[in-house]
């Protein structure tokens, strides 16, 4: 399951926490944590001493709305030529996936980075749309082409989340009754600790910002679960090797200037207030929603998700991926009916992925 050096040292925090003698509901909300818990077999580890651990909405192409993708969808089949990360060209709706659109003749591609949308573009005589998604992690790769002149032909479609106020929903809706999160540690590496510490205030409730080793994740909760029993509420950093306080200056200097936070809807969950980034209105000239807003008027509507995908559910920890009637039958990683089994961070994906073959 561990590496050998490690098992001794895992078996002692699962111990500790054992010996805690409890009952608790964790959230994490980071697609590699999902992959960490159920590749090593921890939520079963965890579950045998008390301790449930849930996946919110921690994964970027997951949390995209079928809106989203729907609008990047129009640009394709109205002459535009649209770039995205891989993930995004399979996303369902009820107006088909990107591919769909590349395979009826529209200039869809694949792209790695910003950067290589911008040098696309660069070679193009007709228009071009980055499609950009992420949390913190991502946002500041987004700003640094804007930093210098990008071509006359080149625009963003900011997908863009942030953290803070989906979980502050999550707690406000109170369906999922969580106890403590288990923050992304490379959200924190950009942001630091400050913006979790609001809900530490509000909420009372304890946070633990950790790594992505499974050693990493066992002492997270082990941190939780002493915070609970010393009735602390506190934002904890288990992640010292790279977290620091203040994050990382430059990168959120860097954001504060390029974007502004916005009301948007997430997959599964309703308008969240200031919870999204868009181009501040300097960056007019490249933002696809001013510059291309005659295309994307003509977007149809689509359902939120596909009829029987539960993506939505999953993402807000009310159920698992396993709870969903379309897992691994009408829902496959080759055939999937929502994004959670289309992306690598997705919760489906990863449940069909171990199912059975856990290390």
């Known amino acids: 399951m561990f590496k ?58 997951c949390v995209t709305t079928s809106k989203e993708i729907a609008d990047a969808i129009t640009l394709a089949r109205n002459g ?3 770039t995205a990360f891989g993930d995004m060209m399979r996303v369902p709706t009820t107006i088909g996936t990107l591919n769909d659109a590349k395979a009826d003749g529209c200039d869809v591609r694949i792209v790695y980075s910003i950067e290589d949308a911008v040098r696309m573009a660069k070679e193009l005589s007709k228009d071009l749309v980055f499609v950009s998604v ?22 963003i479609y900011s997908c863009h989340r942030i953290c803070p106020p989906v979980l502050q929903t999550i707690l406000d809706l109170g369906e999922s009754k969580v106890q403590g999160f288990i923050q992304p540690g490379h959200v ?24 992505f080793e499974p050693l990493d994740m066992l002492m997270a909760v082990y941190m939780l679960c002493k915070q609970m029993k010393e009735g602390r509420a506190e934002v904890e950093n288990e992640y010292t090797r790279l977290v620091k306080p203040e994050g ?50 003509k ?56 199912s059975g073959k856990r290390l």
């Open 299 to 354: 977007t149809p509507e689509v359902d939120a998700e596909a009829r029987g995908c539960r993506c939505g559910d999953v993402l807000r920890g009310l159920i698992s991926s396993e709870e969903c009637p379309m897992f691994g039958k009408g829902c496959k990683p080759m055939s999937p009916m929502g994004p959670c089994m289309v992306s690598s961070e997705g919760g489906c994906n990863i449940a069909f992925r171990f």
């Open 4 to 61: 050998l050096r490690d098992e001794a040292t895992a078996q002692k925090i699962i111990q500790k926490i054992k010996a805690m003698n409890v009952d608790y509901k964790f959230m994490h909300v980071c697609g590699t944590h999902q992959d960490t818990m159920v590749r090593f077999g921890i939520d079963w580890m965890l579950k045998e001493v008390g301790v449930e651990i849930k996946q919110g909405p921690g994964c970027p192409v």
């Open 134 to 155: 992420g949390f913190e992690t991502t946002a500041p790769s987004t700003c640094v082409p804007l930093q210098k002149e990008v071509p006359e032909n080149f625009s």
């Open 248 to 297: 990382n200056v430059k990168a959120r200097k860097l954001m504060a200037e390029t974007f502004e936070p916005v009301d948007r809807a997430w997959r599964g969950f309703p308008v969240i207030k200031k919870s999204a980034l868009a181009l501040k209105e300097k960056y007019a000239y490249c933002d696809a929603t001013k510059v291309h807003e005659d295309i994307l008027e």
């Open 80 to 82: 535009v030529t649209v």
């Open 188 to 211: 924190a590496v950009i942001t630091g600790y400050g913006m979790f510490q609001d809900l530490a205030d509000k909420y009372h409730i304890p946070q633990v910002i950790t790594g």
